[in-house]
């Protein structure tokens, strides 16, 4: 191998800089979140205790921060759910080039670059003109979806790209329904990127709220009961929520990526599934 | 064969379907909604039906509408500059200076972890660093740089570009690390075997090559800032406004009509402005 050059370790420092930058300041309130009881929201430490996480354990008087909670993780789940099966569907749909799907593909690409504001302000103004009421499972749903189909579907798009046709004919070749190629060809192949999709699927709709905002109805999510913290609360509770919520945020992330690693050893290890088919 | 071609735009739409509920309903009806409200009339307590212009006619004869304007250009250039040069440079080094594929997506991954945590806490989490008695400022005085703390650190423009840039730059590497993953690299060896410089073969080859992936990220960057309304609020202590805040002020004081005046005009905008890159990038074919 050659030595490595000058510019290697030039754009190296410069990537080690850059996250720094990313990192830093999170493990900074991480930090911070640990303040002491008199301590306030810049450093020096005025010891070290957990305080501000009993205060938000005890504290309601902020609003329902557990509530919001729960109904986050409600939501996320139904997002990141219908987020995968639309996708998948869409996904497969796209690949036959069928008429208006190039309107359909601009309308993603819209639903992906439109301002968030519109969105709020947009289904929060059909639901309200209707006489319906807004709420977070019915119109903080469809507004979410708004912003994790779009990445569902082009993440699908690029899979099917990539997509290796032969296999679905080598199955249909051996007699195969369309359904059966599809459950036990196409599926499996796809699967890892589902694992994907389904990330985006939930810590997106977990962490939005600029579409959330107007249209989530009396009962907040929790990103929306952090925004409304922001105005009103001025001490390291907020320190220490956004520590909470993002070492969750991290968690999910991790068990996503145990999930894809574990899928793909146990790939490995089976190889091929020959003789093993259905009979 | 008509019949086999009507079968598959049967089939293509009955799999659709889903999506295109979703986005009939909760996208397209609602920018219809918008458009129609934007000609209605508002009273302190109600909006009423109408057809009038006056929504408009008051946005477009009033100062501040042109200098929201203008500031969310500014705020979505200087942006855009900025993590453009971040973004790519990360990419680049990423791309073509790490070996090992192991190692390329370890550190890509690192790169994109904090895309999926909260947004606000992001945000929140510059607090400690840019506050009066925060790190950047307790950090200079110690160094000596200046006397005094220094206010325009945190609640000012500076505090609301540093904060987008914090938020978005992922958003161009993305992108552009994937663009840059399928460069031929022989096409970069045969550059080296032809006596050109490392600069010439960035200058001359790879970013030729890369032009998609940076559109796609200028596109992504350029739209998320242009259509923010919470950064700017939340960075800026409410000191600066963009097109964004002047819609959600007006729809504080349930202003609806005006609001969605605003919001027409911010997405026609939008639109002009996505429409002009896309003559530059088929989306569709770089995937």
Known sequence: MEPRSKSFYILGAFFTLFVLFLYAPTITIAILSFQGEGGGLTFPMRGVSTYWFR??????????????????????????ITTVVV???GGLAFRKRFAGSTVLFYLIITSLVIPSILVSLGVGLLFSQSGLDVHWSTSGFGAQLTWTLPFGLLIMFAVFNRFDKSYEEAARDLGASPWQTLRHVVLPIIAPSLIGVALFGFTLSYDEFARTLMVAGSYNTLPLEIYGMTTNVTSPVLYALGTLTTAFSLAIIALFLAIAVLSNRRKARAGSDAGKGMI | MPKLRENKTLSGW???????????????????????????RATEFSIIPDFSWENYEFLFGSNVTYR??????????????????????????????????TWQVALFLLC?????????????????????????????IS??????PVEWLLFSDFAVILAFVHLYTLFMVVPIFNTMMRIDKSLVEAARD????????????????TKPGIM???????????????????????????????????IALLQYPSASATAVVLLVTVLIVIGMMLRFVDIRKEL
């Open chain 1, 55 to 80: 205060d938000l354990f005890e504290q309601q008087a902020v609003g329902d921060i557990w509530g919001s909670f729960r109904r986050s993780i409600g939501l996320g789940l139904m997002v990141m």
């Open chain 1, 87 to 89: 996708s998948v569907m």
């Open chain 2, 14 to 40: 009955l799999m659709v379907s889903p999506l295109a509920f979703v986005l009939l309903i909760f996208l397209v009806l609602p920018i219809v909604v918008i458009c129609i409200v934007s000609f209605w």
């Open chain 2, 68 to 101: 929201v304007f203008y500031n969310t250009f500014k705020y979505a250039f200087i942006t855009w500059a900025f993590t453009l040069t971040i973004g790519f440079t990360v990419a680049y080094f990423l791309a073509f200076h790490v070996r090992t594929l």
């Open chain 2, 112 to 140: 994109t972890i904090p895309f999926w945590t909260s947004n606000i806490i992001r945000m929140i989490s510059w607090i400690p660093f840019l506050g009066r008695n925060g790190i950047a400022n307790s950090t200079l």
């Open chain 2, 143 to 148: 160094w000596g740089v200046i006397d005094e």
């Open chain 2, 194 to 209: 032809a006596g050109a410089s490392g600069a010439q073969i960035l200058w001359n080859v790879i970013i030729p090559l």
């Open chain 2, 216 to 250: 796609i990220g200028t596109i992504f960057v350029v739209t998320l800032v242009m259509g923010d309304f919470v950064t700017v609020r939340l960075m800026s202590g409410s000191q600066s406004a963009n097109v964004g805040r002047l819609i959600s002020n007006d």
